[in-house]
Every structure is written in structure tokens, then in C-alpha cells.
């Protein structure tokens, strides 16, 4: 680990042993409050840093909630431990939700979001796992995650570990050439242990999927591929919750999660609103979008 | 005369009996483990082999993810698919998070010969050596070839090896030992030194044979890493007055520029830079290639000569 500013990490616990694994007992209640938890953060610290990506990242949080606090075998206090469920942020920019989500489970104070994309900050604007305890993958310049969740899939096969391997792409990213490249070699390869979620969201930087590059018929691409593929509204924690526990069982072949959301989702004026892709709100938006997020 | 031998022939056996010994190596290959010879791994130990189809950057993303998993992955295709093709691959997924993934890249330089300019990596190094961490070795021979396999696997971090396609004639005796990171003198000598990688080295040792009979007494050094570089094996060999670079590599951002940039830094001698300069060559046979594009030792001699004069 690097030395940063400042930097309060919480101790990690030497010995796995000693370290607890995360209790994914969470009510469907508390889930959602959760998950409202983390999109106040999103807001505010994207808000702080003046920059950022709020929109894919407020799309996503009921996907990476669900994971976090209710399918995955972690140990915040050991992000090394050798036999927990990899998430692999494909889609780099969603960091805020990555960090918020990481400082709800305990792997970093709630007091250091607000440091986001500041100098010396662990917290970097794209994803930097040589600094930040829990993010299994330096993202950022989109398609490379699928290929790596596939890498680490199959060394937890070549190491008969059974570990599970989730990644998150998003809708847009998936112009790039590379991920049709892992898509094929993950069926090819048989990895079962591998599920990748789409953030569908329907947006990208400049506008709408179907007007930037029509990814339609989206879902028809993934079963071509050769992928178990099931979509859901992206939303609905239960209904993810059903499609992770689904993927489980489906043996010989990868899952896809098309996870239907809403660019923005939660905040009323960011909500399919293009200009918060890659903007962060000013004081008086974050004032307003914390009072709809009370 | 000493035999040749093949680099790339001695890196596949080579990984073969690495991998026997230790059970995180991992190969993976691009539809070219005929050509990279990374067959012998994939027919010995096929359950640690990964065909990836012709798709570099799935595959060197792919390595990244076993290497995150403890792993040590060997990725293998020709060097001008790698970096070229997957250059932000390698950027991201490897040399940022700083990981243990090797890549050896074969069919290096012009010497590939008939498949012409598309196949011919004249690039490589210059892209390679931006990357931060990452270690860059050029080997002379096969016995250099193998023992620079064997230094990646020790060392933790990122490498990239660059393997001619050619057999070529042996430098070193058996008894040499590389040392990452470290010059080597071949010959002694105080009016110029010759730094040389590849292929030219042996060019070099000619050059320096042939210019002894006319007094000129030359030293020649094999960089076998570019990166990290040995500068002070550089400085040192300012003391001759006159330094000559030789690779079979663009002018821009190779050995030469590499050299020149330590020596301008220190104590400034003249230098020639023998290279590709800044052209795509074409289809031919190897030696004729050297021979059109100025890499020879005849070439060589040149710009020792011309250097020496510029003392």
C-alpha cells in the first residue's frame, strides 16, 4: 500500500482466520436503506470533488448493494483473503459507488469518500487497485474487465477454489471489441463461476445507446455468445437477488445479467439526464438531491 | 565457428521445463504457439495452457486477471501484436497495477523477412519501455534467451522479452550468467564502444574484429535490459571518446535514443545510432534485409568510423 495523506485506513487483520466474513443477514429493509445510504454519498462526494460520474453510478448501486451486503463471501477487514467472491468494476468511472459501497461494509472510513479525486486521496477518479483496499482491478479505459474477471475465474479453477467471479459492465462499454473477445473465450472456456452484469442504463456520453452505436438485439448477442443470459429490472433487489442466486446453479456456461436501470436513478433531475454522466452537481443540485434521498 | 541456435526454440523448452517445476506458470498464446513455440508447454501441460484465438487484448487482459490471482502468466505472440495490438491493455490491466504477468514477444525486428512490413516489429521497445516498471530484455542468443526466461520467473513484476525469429549463432559460452538489469562487456577496447542488442550483437564483435586490423580498438557492450538500463555500464563507456548503438529497432525511442539520453546527461561524447531510422522496410530474406536497411557489420564500422572522427 502506498502512503497517502492522511490516509485512516481501518487496520486489516493479518491472519484470515481472525478476520470475520461479512454477515449477509441484511432485511430487505435494510437493504434499501443501504442503498439510499450509498447514493447520498455518490452525490455528496461527487458533489465535493466537483467532478466524477454520477449518473452510472447511481444506476448501479442496487446491483453492487445486492452483491456486497447479500451474495458475496468477503472479509473487509482482509481484502486479500484468497477465497472471496471477486467484483471486478469493469466500467472504471462507477468508482463513487465502488468507494461508497466499500465504506458501508467497513473496508474504508465513510469520513475519507469526501477526499474523492483530491491529491494524495486513495480514493482516485478511476479505480486504482494498488491503493484502495477492496478493488480487485485498475479500471477506467472500458472492455478490459470481462478479460480479466475471466483471468481470475480460471485461476480459481486451476487453484480448486470456488470462488465466484462478478463483473460489472456498463451498456456503452460494450462497443468495445474487447469484451465480444472475453464473451467468447468465457464460453469457450466454460467458466461457470463468471457472471457479468450490464448496467443497461440505455446511456452513454453521447446520448443514447441506439443513436451512438445500436447494441440491439442486446440480450440475442450474449445468447449467440453462448451465455445463460436473464434480464431483470436492475432495480428490484429481489430480483437480483434471484438472478445471482440463479447464475449459481447454472453449470458449464457463463451468466449474464442484463440489469435494466435508469441513468441517475433516484435523483429526479438526474434521472435519463445525459449531462450527468460525466458531471458532478453543484452545491445547490447536491442540496436538492439529498433532500429526495432522505 | 559457434552453432546457431534457435531463440525461440529454446524459450518453449525452456518454459516447458519451467512450468514442470512450478505450478503457477501459466501460458496463454494467440493462435501462434507453433510459431512462439509455446506448444511444448501446451502439449505437456495442456490443463495450464489457454489458446485465446486471435484476440491479443482479451488475451493479455486474461493474464492480468491470473497473475492478480497469484498465477504467473506467460502470454506469447508475435511482437508486433504485442504491445502494438494491445498496448492499452498492457498499459491498464498490467504495468499500472505493476503485475507479475510475462510476455514474450517472438519474430522481433526485420529479420521476420518475407511476411514484409506488417509482420515486422520495428516499434516494440519504444512502446514497451514508456511503461513504467516494466522490464525490457533483448537477448543476444539462445543461452541468454533461457536465462532471461528464468530471471522472469524469479523476479516479481512485469516483463517483456523480445525474441528474434531466426536461428542464430551463440554468443555465450554455457558458462554465462545474465544479470538482470546489467551490461555486459564482450571486449575490451578504448578508442569507441559499440552497445549493441539482438541480432547485432554478434554484427558488433565483427565490426570490432575487422577494425583491430586497422588499429581501431573497439569495446563491445551487450544491453540485454533495457529497462531498467544499466547507466552506469553507459557513463563508463564514454570514456572511450566515441559510442555507437546498434538494433534492429526505429531510431526513435530505442536503444539509440535510450543510450544517448544517459550519455547527453552525463558526460556527452559523440554518438551514431545504427537502426532502422524512421522507415517500414519490405518483404526479403533476412540477411538481404540487413543488408538494404544499413544493419550490418559493414554498417557498423561506419559509424565508428564517423564517430571517431567526431571526437
Given at each position: 500500500m502506498?502512503?497517502?495523506k492522511?490516509?485512516?485506513?481501518?487496520?486489516?487483520?493479518?491472519?484470515?482466520?481472525?478476520a470475520?466474513?461479512?454477515s449477509?443477514s441484511?432485511?430487505?429493509?435494510?437493504?434499501?436503506?443501504v442503498?439510499?445510504k450509498i447514493?447520498?454519498?455518490?452525490?455528496?462526494?461527487?458533489?465535493?470533488a466537483?467532478?466524477g460520474?454520477?449518473?452510472?453510478?447511481?444506476?448501479?448501486?442496487?446491483?453492487?448493494?445486492?452483491?456486497?451486503?447479500?451474495?458475496?463471501?468477503?472479509?473487509?477487514?482482509?481484502?486479500?483473503?484468497?477465497?472471496?467472491?471477486?467484483?471486478?468494476?469493469?466500467?472504471?468511472?462507477?468508482?463513487?459507488?465502488?468507494?461508497a459501497?466499500l465504506?458501508?461494509?467497513?473496508y474504508?472510513?465513510?469520513?475519507?469518500?469526501?477526499?474523492?479525486?483530491?491529491l494524495?486521496?486513495?480514493?482516485?477518479?478511476?479505480?486504482?487497485?494498488?491503493?484502495?483496499p477492496?478493488?480487485?482491478?485498475?479500471?477506467?479505459?472500458?472492455?478490459?474487465?470481462?478479460?480479466?474477471?475471466?483471468?481470475?475465474?480460471?485461476?480459481?479453477?486451476?487453484?480448486?477454489?470456488?470462488?465466484?467471479?462478478y463483473?460489472?459492465?456498463?451498456?456503452?462499454?460494450?462497443?468495445e471489441g474487447?469484451?465480444?473477445?472475453?464473451a467468447?473465450?468465457?464460453?469457450?472456456?466454460?467458466?461457470?463461476?463468471?457472471?457479468?452484469?450490464?448496467?443497461?442504463?440505455?446511456?452513454?456520453?453521447?446520448?443514447?445507446?441506439?443513436?451512438?452505436?445500436?447494441?440491439?438485439?442486446?440480450?440475442?448477442?450474449?445468447?449467440?455468445?453462448?451465455?445463460?443470459?436473464?434480464?431483470?429490472d436492475?432495480?428490484?433487489?429481489?430480483?437480483?437477488?434471484?438472478?445471482?442466486?440463479?447464475?449459481?446453479?447454472?453449470?458449464?456456461?457463463?451468466?449474464?445479467?442484463?440489469?435494466?436501470t435508469?441513468k441517475?436513478?433516484?435523483?429526479?433531475?438526474?434521472?435519463n439526464?445525459?449531462?450527468?454522466?460525466?458531471?458532478?452537481?453543484?452545491?445547490?443540485?447536491?442540496?436538492?438531491?439529498?433532500?429526495?434521498?432522505? | 565457428?559457434?552453432?546457431?541456435?534457435?531463440?525461440r526454440?529454446?524459450?518453449?523448452?525452456?518454459?516447458?521445463?519451467?512450468?514442470?517445476?512450478?505450478?503457477?506458470?501459466?501460458?496463454?498464446?494467440?493462435?501462434?504457439?507453433?510459431?512462439?513455440?509455446?506448444?511444448?508447454?501446451?502439449?505437456?501441460?495442456?490443463?495450464?495452457?489457454?489458446?485465446?484465438?486471435?484476440?491479443?487484448?482479451?488475451?493479455?487482459?486474461?493474464?492480468?486477471?491470473?497473475?492478480?490471482?497469484?498465477?504467473?502468466?506467460?502470454?506469447?505472440?508475435f511482437?508486433?501484436?504485442?504491445?502494438?495490438?494491445?498496448?492499452?491493455?498492457?498499459?491498464?490491466?498490467?504495468?499500472?497495477?505493476?503485475?507479475?504477468?510475462?510476455?514474450v514477444?517472438?519474430?522481433?525486428?526485420?529479420t521476420?523477412?518475407?511476411d514484409?512490413?506488417?509482420?515486422?516489429?520495428?516499434?516494440?521497445l519504444?512502446?514497451?519501455c514508456?511503461?513504467?516498471?516494466?522490464n525490457?530484455?533483448?537477448?543476444a542468443?539462445?543461452?541468454?534467451?533461457?536465462?532471461?526466461?528464468?530471471?522472469?520467473?524469479?523476479t516479481?513484476?512485469?516483463?517483456?522479452?523480445?525474441?528474434?525469429?531466426?536461428?542464430?549463432?551463440?554468443?555465450?559460452?554455457?558458462?554465462?550468467?545474465?544479470?538482470?538489469?546489467?551490461?555486459?562487456?564482450?571486449?575490451?577496447?578504448?578508442?569507441?564502444?559499440?552497445?549493441?542488442?539482438?541480432?547485432?550483437?554478434?554484427?558488433?564483435?565483427?565490426?570490432?574484429?575487422?577494425?583491430?586490423?586497422?588499429?581501431?580498438?573497439?569495446?563491445v557492450?551487450?544491453?540485454?535490459?533495457?529497462?531498467p538500463?544499466?547507466?552506469?555500464?553507459?557513463?563508463?563507456a564514454?570514456?572511450?571518446?566515441?559510442i555507437?548503438?546498434?538494433?534492429?529497432?526505429?531510431?526513435?525511442?530505442?536503444?539509440?535514443?535510450?543510450?544517448?539520453?544517459?550519455?547527453?546527461?552525463?558526460?556527452?561524447?559523440p554518438?551514431e545510432?545504427?537502426?532502422?531510422?524512421?522507415?517500414?522496410?519490405?518483404?526479403?530474406?533476412?540477411?538481404?534485409?540487413?543488408?538494404?536497411?544499413g544493419?550490418?557489420?559493414?554498417?557498423?564500422e561506419?559509424?565508428v568510423?564517423s564517430?571517431?572522427?567526431?571526437?
Amino acid at each position: 500500500m502506498s502512503s497517502s495523506k492522511e490516509c485512516n485506513l481501518p487496520s486489516t487483520s493479518a491472519d484470515s482466520a481472525e478476520a470475520e466474513v461479512f454477515s449477509l443477514s441484511a432485511s430487505p429493509a435494510e437493504l434499501k436503506a443501504v442503498a439510499k445510504k450509498i447514493r447520498r454519498h455518490i452525490v455528496t462526494m461527487t458533489g465535493a470533488a466537483g467532478s466524477g460520474h454520477p449518473g452510472g453510478s447511481l444506476s448501479a448501486v442496487e446491483i453492487v448493494t445486492t452483491l456486497y451486503f447479500k451474495m458475496m463471501r468477503h472479509k473487509p477487514r482482509d481484502p486479500q483473503w484468497p477465497d472471496r467472491d471477486r467484483f471486478i468494476l469493469s466500467k472504471g468511472h462507477a468508482a463513487p459507488l465502488l468507494y461508497a459501497t466499500l465504506a458501508e461494509c467497513g473496508y474504508l472510513p465513510v469520513s475519507e469518500l469526501c477526499t474523492l479525486r483530491q491529491l494524495d486521496s486513495f480514493l482516485q477518479g478511476h479505480t486504482d487497485c494498488t491503493i484502495t483496499p477492496g478493488v480487485e482491478m485498475s479500471a477506467g479505459a472500458l472492455g478490459q474487465g470481462l478479460s480479466f474477471a475471466l483471468g481470475v475465474a480460471l485461476a480459481g479453477r486451476l487453484n480448486k477454489q470456488d470462488y465466484r467471479v462478478y463483473a460489472l459492465l456498463g451498456d456503452g462499454e460494450c462497443d468495445e471489441g474487447q469484451v465480444w473477445e472475453a464473451a467468447m473465450a468465457s464460453a469457450h472456456f466454460k467458466a461457470d463461476s463468471l457472471v457479468a452484469i450490464v448496467d443497461n442504463n440505455g446511456q452513454q456520453i453521447d446520448g443514447w445507446n441506439r443513436d451512438v452505436m445500436n447494441l440491439e438485439p442486446f440480450p440475442d448477442k450474449w445468447r449467440a455468445f453462448g451465455w445463460r443470459t436473464i434480464e431483470i429490472d436492475g432495480h428490484s433487489i429481489p430480483q437480483l437477488t434471484r438472478a445471482f442466486k440463479q447464475a449459481k446453479k447454472i453449470k458449464g456456461q457463463p451468466t449474464v445479467i442484463i440489469a435494466h436501470t435508469i441513468k441517475g436513478k433516484g435523483v429526479s433531475f438526474m434521472e435519463n439526464n445525459p449531462d450527468f454522466h460525466g458531471s458532478a452537481p453543484n452545491e445547490i443540485e447536491v442540496e436538492l438531491a439529498l433532500k429526495e434521498l432522505e | 565457428m559457434k552453432p546457431e541456435v534457435s531463440l525461440r526454440e529454446t524459450y518453449g523448452k525452456t518454459l516447458l521445463e519451467l512450468g514442470m517445476e512450478n505450478p503457477d506458470i501459466v501460458v496463454l498464446d494467440a493462435d501462434l504457439s507453433r510459431s512462439t513455440m509455446t506448444h511444448f508447454f501446451a502439449q505437456k501441460l495442456p490443463e495450464r495452457f489457454f489458446e485465446c484465438g486471435i484476440a491479443e487484448q482479451n488475451m493479455i487482459s486474461i493474464a492480468a486477471g491470473l497473475a492478480s490471482s497469484g498465477k504467473i502468466p506467460f502470454a506469447s505472440t508475435f511482437a508486433v501484436f504485442a504491445p502494438g495490438r494491445c498496448f492499452d491493455q498492457i498499459r491498464m490491466s498490467i504495468a499500472q497495477p505493476q503485475l507479475n504477468v510475462k510476455i514474450v514477444a517472438t519474430h522481433g525486428g526485420i529479420t521476420v523477412g518475407e511476411d514484409g512490413s506488417s509482420h515486422q516489429s520495428i516499434e516494440d521497445l519504444a512502446l514497451i519501455c514508456s511503461l513504467p516498471g516494466f522490464n525490457v530484455i533483448v537477448p543476444a542468443d539462445a543461452i541468454e534467451t533461457a536465462q532471461a526466461v528464468e530471471a522472469a520467473v524469479t523476479t516479481h513484476g512485469p516483463f517483456y522479452i523480445r525474441l528474434c525469429r531466426p536461428k542464430s549463432q551463440l554468443v555465450y559460452n554455457e558458462d554465462y550468467r545474465f544479470q538482470l538489469g546489467k551490461a555486459v562487456t564482450l571486449r575490451k577496447g578504448k578508442d569507441a564502444t559499440i552497445i549493441a542488442i539482438g541480432l547485432m550483437v554478434k554484427e558488433a564483435l565483427e565490426t570490432a574484429q575487422n577494425l583491430q586490423s586497422e588499429g581501431i580498438d573497439c569495446r563491445v557492450l551487450n544491453m540485454p535490459t533495457l529497462k531498467p538500463l544499466d547507466q552506469a555500464a553507459i557513463i563508463k563507456a564514454t570514456e572511450t571518446g566515441a559510442i555507437v548503438t546498434a538494433e534492429e529497432h526505429l531510431e526513435h525511442g530505442g536503444l539509440g535514443s535510450m543510450v544517448a539520453r544517459v550519455v547527453t546527461q552525463n558526460r556527452p561524447v559523440p554518438m551514431e545510432m545504427v537502426s532502422l531510422k524512421d522507415s517500414y522496410a519490405k518483404s526479403g530474406k533476412p540477411a538481404e534485409l540487413l543488408k538494404r536497411y544499413g544493419l550490418t557489420a559493414k554498417d557498423i564500422e561506419k559509424a565508428v568510423k564517423s564517430a571517431i572522427k567526431r571526437k
